[in-house]
Nanobody, 129 residues
Framework: QLQLVESGGGLVQSGGSLRLSCAAS????????IAWFRQAPGREREGVSC????????IYADSVKGRFTIFKDNANSTAYLQMNSLKPEDTAIYYC??????????????????????WGQGTQVTVSS
């Protein structure tokens, strides 16, 4: 059974940092494209970042570029989202997602046209001003 569990969310002041974890069980992480999405109250879900199966290539939304970093540890079956210089606008529930069929080993995307197969339950990130 495949499962993704997010953790690491919390309350942080503007300018602070958090590291989100996405623990994967039941499958080999290197076989899956991993992405982070977020949804703020009253707003649509938006793609934040993704990392390819190979781990070589990553994509970031313009709003987080230069502040967030996605990476993964295949041996520990865990993907991460390091969030620095956090802003109140980053406040949202953050979700980890995985998919094994839509992308090749060196490409990923968070565009809404792509439907990720597996999702975690989300972790709340709140950034105070």
């Amino acid at each position: 059974q495949l499962q993704l569990v997010e953790s690491g969310g919390g309350l942080v002041q503007s300018g602070g940092s958090l590291r989100l974890s996405c623990a994967a069980s039941g499958f080999e992480l290197y076989r899956y494209t991993i992405a982070w999405f977020r949804q703020a109250p009253g707003r649509e879900r938006e793609g934040v970042s993704c990392i390819t199966k190979s781990g070589v290539n990553t994509i970031y939304a313009d709003s987080v570029k230069g502040r967030f970093t996605i990476f993964k540890d295949n041996a520990n079956s865990t993907a991460y989202l390091q969030m620095n210089s956090l802003k109140p606008e980053d406040t949202a529930i953050y979700y980890c997602a995985a998919d094994s069929t839509q992308f090749g080993v060196h490409y990923c995307s968070t565009d809404s046209r792509y439907k990720y197969s597996y999702w975690g339950q989300g972790t709340q990130v709140t950034v105070s001003s």
